[in-house]
């Protein structure tokens, strides 16, 4: 049965609202000129999001999960080989890895942030391991110093998943900056999103900016001249108009993105049976998600789903559960903190433009179904 949502996951249409004057004339000028693949505004929006991160180099392409992909090949991932990944993402992630030809190796994660464990990695690192893949989930970013000596042991790539994490730093310093390559998504409901698909590969390493260009781009640096098998996999320029216009804001909104997950966190503060999110140690996170951890989670969902919350789960299945996956022939209970939170993980409604009277809904909404026969109010 469908509710109506009187309180969305993500608002988007405020984000448009914001941008739309600068975004109209923008696509005038592209549709004006004819730019339509490999534009002005691609150009410009490349170097602008290289300065954003302090990086080199970023190379726009057509979506997340080809930006994953292509980070993976040109920082040496081949058919054969395996790529450690966390068994709590997006299959995104592991998908960029088999559509390579090489095997996902799924590891546990940390139980406290739900992050990439480096102690499971070093389990896992093996003779065939090619790259690792520390996925920045929910806005905060992985520990990836903690897996800079495994990766060098055995001649790996670290290659990070920053889809959820644009602005996020750990140590001062950005996630998608912090490994050899980093693959991002700007889907729509990203901190930087587009108004379709696009990803993008960030880089110091020239000769992986290079291939990345060179592989999405049906392996041509002249037309009609192929050196190797790629594809095509290009930013679009009218998504690229659109980023522009949302990365001049993206500071702001990342910082009312916090200033929402702190009143959140006060709000919620000493609710028996909620595990709140925690900030690890080093990091300034830009809280894509606000992911709480309850007991009897699709019963809870469920009511917040019927009050008009627009409350939702990332992500239900971790990979090895997965019919995609079951080749790898890990049942449960291969990996506990994963499975455990799959179960359990609520996404709160978090945007830039949420108020506070939104957000004490939420909570009320939350409070009523946690505690129905003890509450007699809303939210406090």
Known sequence: MNFPVSIPLVDLGAQQEEIADEVEIGLKEVFAQTSFVGGPPVAEFEEAYAEFLGVRYCVGVGNGTDALELALRACGVRAGGEVIVPANTFIATAEAVSRIGATPVPVDVDPVHLLIDPARVAEAVGPRT?????????GQTAPVERLESLAAACGAAIVEDAAQSQGATRHGRFAGTLGHAAGTSFYPGKNLGAAGDAGAVTTNDPDVAARVRLLG?????????????????RLDTLQAVVLNAKLRRLHGWNERRREAADRYASLLAGLPGVVLPATAEGNVDVWHLYVIRVEDRDRVLAELQAAGIGAGIHYPVPLHLSRAYRELNLGRGAF????????TMISLPIYPHITEAQQERVV????RSLYPAALHGGAR
């Open 130 to 138: 090619q790259a690792i893949v520390p996925v920045h989930l929910f």
């Open 217 to 233: 781009a049906h392996g041509s640096r002249v037309r009609y001249q192929h050196e190797a098998i790629g594809m095509n996999s």
């Open 336 to 343: 506990p903190v994963a499975e455990q939170a799959a179960g």
């Open 364 to 367: 009320g909404a939350l409070q």
